[in-house]
């Protein structure tokens, strides 16, 4: 629940701001945007849906997912990002956490020495970990590498519980939230005025777009193209025979964590040969899973999901007033459940300041 507002209602003055989409991005903009004081109003059309990105997320929080060679001003985006999770937790008490700390190896023990020795030189807190050291933090691995990264400051969270959290904090600070549909926006001259809902034209002054893939369609309505794609990933959730694990594991390609519920969610790409290739796919994922763990037989499967991340063309985040129609911001970045709580905020303070 939320402990502090720290509303500042002067500056309601701002004006009218929708947020479409109640995903992670949506939810961190209404929630800074409201209790900076602006007048907001999110709308989301499925509340529920499990195909969103951010319900079907695995919701790895922290540097080590990526290497610093990879991209040097993402990677110190990610580490920034990181800061803003503190004060989200101060602000709306404890976060829906399932596991603190990762352990990462690669195919090789060079491999993982490598990835050690970047990220130090980056500035993390990657430490190295012996065969002896790694089966004594997480009892659950069978036959643990010789040599593992362990990476105290990354996280898993729950990703749909975190966006709640923030939209309930939102709401007490005085956003409104409406199920509907957005299905185009209104512009008159060169300015933003509102979005059509269902048939049915809101006002607005300034219009946030965090509603991934489907903005693309949406700023097409005023004809701005935004360079965005998506790239689908799966989801696998799988049942509590192989309840204890402790933290998130990156093993070679495979990545798996505890489920805050109970359970193990893993990650994976979305197979080559499309939707015909989940069975393998998830039969796979559940040998790793028990080979992993030295256990028979593989956990139950209880979901597999496929979802589209949003992405944007040149792998940076799109998070700014976009083409030449004023009051029109669009919120599309990935990894998004990272970078949402920053964006968030510098959406909020570009909208209040403009
Ligand atoms: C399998 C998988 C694993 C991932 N792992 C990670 C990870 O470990 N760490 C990480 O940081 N990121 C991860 N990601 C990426 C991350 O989940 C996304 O970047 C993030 O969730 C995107 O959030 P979003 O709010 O932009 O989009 P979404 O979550 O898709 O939200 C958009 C919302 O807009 C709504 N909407 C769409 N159109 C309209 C409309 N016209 N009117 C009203 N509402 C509308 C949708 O219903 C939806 O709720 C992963 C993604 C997947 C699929």
């Not at 060679?69 to 503190?86: D, I, M, P, W, Y």
């Not at 060079?110 to 970047?118: F, G, Q, R, V, Y």
Request: proline fraction near 6%; charge should be negative.
């Amino acid at each position: 629940m939320p402990t502090s507002l720290n509303h500042t209602p002067a500056l309601r003055r701002k004006g009218k701001v929708i947020v479409v989409g109640g995903g992670i991005m949506g939810a961190s903009a209404a929630w800074h945007l409201s209790k900076a004081g602006a007048a907001v109003t999110l709308i989301e059309r499925a509340p529920n849906c499990l195909t969103t990105a951010t319900a079907s997320s695995f919701g790895w929080v922290g540097a080590s997912a990526s290497t610093p060679s990879e991209n040097q001003a993402a990677f110190a985006e990610r580490l920034k990002a990181l800061e803003e999770f503190v004060s989200i937790e101060r602000e709306l008490g404890p976060l829906p956490i399932a596991a603190r700390g990762a352990l990462l190896w690669g195919s090789t023990d060079d491999e993982t020495a490598a990835m050690i020795t970047e990220h130090r030189a980056a500035g993390t807190r990657m430490e190295r970990l012996a065969q002896s050291q790694i089966a004594e933090k997480e009892p659950m691995i069978a036959n643990p590498p010789s040599l593992a990264a362990w990476a105290p400051g990354d996280f898993a969270l729950e990703p749909t519980a975190f966006a709640r959290q923030l939209l309930a904090g939102a709401q007490v600070a005085g956003a409104y939230v409406r199920q509907g549909t957005v299905e185009a926006i209104k512009a008159a001259g060169n300015r933003i005025t509102g979005v059509v809902v269902e048939g049915q034209t809101l006002p607005a002054d300034t219009v946030v777009l965090a509603n991934g893939y489907s903005s693309r369609s949406l700023a097409l309505t005023v004809g701005v193209d935004l360079p965005i794609y998506e790239s689908p990933a799966v989801l696998l959730r799988f049942g509590t025979e192989a309840d204890g694990l402790r933290h998130l594991i990156c093993a070679h390609e495979m990545e798996v964590r505890p489920s805050l519920g109970g359970g193990l969610v893993s990650a994976a790409d979305y197979p080559e040969n499309g939707e015909t290739g989940l069975p393998a796919l998830a039969a796979l994922t559940g040998q790793a899973i028990a080979h992993l763990f030295g256990i028979a037989a593989a956990p139950s499967l209880l979901s597999i999901n496929a979802a589209q991340r949003p992405m944007t063309a040149n792998g940076r985040p799109l998070c700014g007033y976009v083409g030449k129609i004023e009051g029109l911001y669009a919120l599309i970045a990935h990894p998004g459940v990272i970078l949402a709580p920053l964006l968030g905020r510098l959406c909020a303070e570009a909208v209040l300041s403009a």
